[in-house]
């Protein structure tokens, strides 16, 4: 078995069947899609899309292991990352 399987294997029992988690993930993203389309008549930008989906992927491995504090983490510094690229736009926009 080679060290990437490995890490497969041990991702599967932390996190569940990959193929399951990734439906999950892009049943959520089009979940988000559909309502800002809904909401704007527009499509979701391809960042928003990313943005979300680091999210999502986390969600779908929460689903199995919601005390995994690390995926708590990691949503929480997504968001944060998130947070700053919006912030700096603002910024950027009034000072241009």
Do not use: C
Request: charged residues 25%; negative net charge; hydrophobic residues 40%.
């Amino acid at each position: 078995m080679t060290t990437t399987d490995q890490v497969i294997k041990e991702r599967g029992e932390v996190y569940g069947d990959f193929f399951e988690g990734i439906t999950l993930e892009a049943q959520i993203i089009q979940l988000l899609k559909d309502r800002y389309k809904h909401h704007y008549g527009l499509e979701m930008g391809l960042v928003y899309q990313m943005y979300f989906s680091k999210i999502a992927m986390k969600l779908s491995r929460l689903a199995i292991t919601p005390d995994h504090v690390d995926s708590w983490t990691d949503i929480a510094g997504y968001a944060r990352l998130v947070e700053l690229h919006l912030l700096k736009r603002v910024e950027n926009a009034k000072n241009p």
